[in-house]
């Protein structure tokens, strides 16, 4: 039936388009609390003295809050963490070429450009990258989540109107295929609400038949989809978040009785105005 299609596609897209925003708002969330500190990578022949020493010279720095220490080893043990990340890429790579590092916290993050390009002076400090400052990281994540946000929305809203439309000729349809026994009802009393009741009720299974399919392509793909991306995505912070998903599927049956009911009640009302 294309209503039923209709309906399926329009939530699938709905269901989808609220758990990439969501992803995305992961990303943005992390990325700003990341925004506020950056790593001094240090070169391979500096000794631990000589960190030390600089790491203390951060320190005294009034728009520092907080300097710590990292180490190749302890700089290993964070990539060995990153998700989905395959060991045996680890294991090929023989010696352990990730630097020692400083991770400097500030006061305010607009000083992060200035002590960026102070620190990468210093002939402690490793050439190639020197640090992992990327001022224009959060601003193009939050622009990707907007135009992802206006996109999904615009597509959202034709498809919408594409499903009522559907669903009010499907019900017109019907209602044209038993317009004698219609008339035969109002002829004998019958009321608008008698007669519309029934075509309603088509228009909930419509809409409720629809959804449960979106849902259940969602609720069993949300998982797959995060953990086969997360393997693509080793630097990205992707997380399943089942308390999430649980709104989104809720929010799509929603969605599937207000497309059903609404469609049918439109395309009732019509024909008995006529």
Known sequence: MPSVLIVWVVLLALGSLLLVLHSLDQIVALEKTKASAISVYLADTT???SAMDFKLHLENDPRVTDVTYVSKDQAMAR???LPALDPSVIDTLGTNPLPASLDVTVRDIRDLAAIDQEVRTSPLVDKSPSTNYEPNVIDKIILLARVAGIAGLVLIIGLTGLSVF???????????LRRKEIEVMKLVGATDWFVRWPFIVEGLIVGVVGA????????FGYRPAVINLQ??????PLAFDPAYLRVVLAAML?????????GSYLGVRRFLKQ
Request: charged share 5%; net charge positive.
């Open 166 to 176: 559907i669903i009010m000729l499907t019900i017109r349809t019907a209602i044209y």
């Open 212 to 219: 449960a399919v979106a849902v259940l392509i969602v609720g």
């Open 231 to 236: 393997s693509v995505l080793i630097f990205i």
């Open 47 to 49: 000794p631990l003295s």
């Open 254 to 262: 929603v969605f599937g009785l207000l497309l059903g009911s609404v």
């Open 79 to 81: 990539f060995r963490q």
